[in-house]
């Protein structure tokens, strides 16, 4: 399991650098990369999106997904984890001057997304746990270590927390991977892609401050896309 590891290596790396390198960035540039940063995840997001294969598929597993996600406050948690952690080590790793706590946790919430629950890092990780191809992985850890370069430059070494959720997730998908990826064929994998293009969306108009979705509550949607196409296609053909 070689793949996680990176990943999580490249966002600490690059949280580091960036919160290392914010004093010598010129403000301009802080402020200007993160929009264009939103730009980039909502063309990601539209790219995914017309992969899908069931329109109602995907529109009722974000319903019920968000759903869940509100019932169960999900956004509102890890918003105050975040939070709670970043208050509790802010003697060693303080938050930027001038960013208050509230600022941070609804970034982090949206970084926690684009590190932990994107299309690439699902697909290699079960990639990684079938064959053992760690190499979509390797492509993902260079992205999100850029990332992270640039967001740690305006929120701090902070963000690197966001490891733990992306660790564990792509961990439990590595050893899910052979029960689940014979299931997984081009319509269901088409629809799974519209719904994180969907949520791709949500996380760049947040970033870019256009709407502020509760990203994290339409995470449960990707679990169930794949049932959901099954029984579909069983019902209705």
Known sequence: MIGPIL???????????????AKYIPKRLQTGLP??????????????IVKGQHLPVVILS??????????F?????????????????????????????????????????????SGLGVIGSMTEGMNGDYQLLLVKAIMDFLTA??????????????????????????????PIMPYMDAAAFGDFSAVGGIIMVAVGLRIAQIMNFAVVN?????????PLTYLWRHFFG
């Open 73 to 117: 406050y999900l956004e509102r948690s890890i918003s105050r984890g975040a939070t709670l952690l970043q208050s509790k080590l802010d003697r060693f790793i303080p938050l930027p001057r001038g960013l208050t706590q509230e600022e941070f946790s609804k970034q982090f919430a949206s970084l926690l997304v684009v590190f932990g629950a």
């Open 62 to 71: 974000l319903i019920f997904g968000t759903a869940i996600g509100e019932l």
């Open 218 to 226: 339409f995470l449960p949607a990707l679990f169930l896309v794949l």
């Open 35 to 48: 929009p264009t940063f939103a730009l980039a995840s909502i063309l990601i997001g539209v790219n995914m």
């Open 7 to 21: 990943n999580s290596v490249g966002i600490i790396a690059g949280s580091i650098i960036g919160a290392a390198l």
């Open 149 to 178: 370069c640039i967001f740690a430059i305006g929120l701090g070494a902070g963000i690197s927390f966001t490891v733990i959720a992306q660790l564990v997730v792509q961990v439990a998908l590595f050893y899910l991977a052979k």
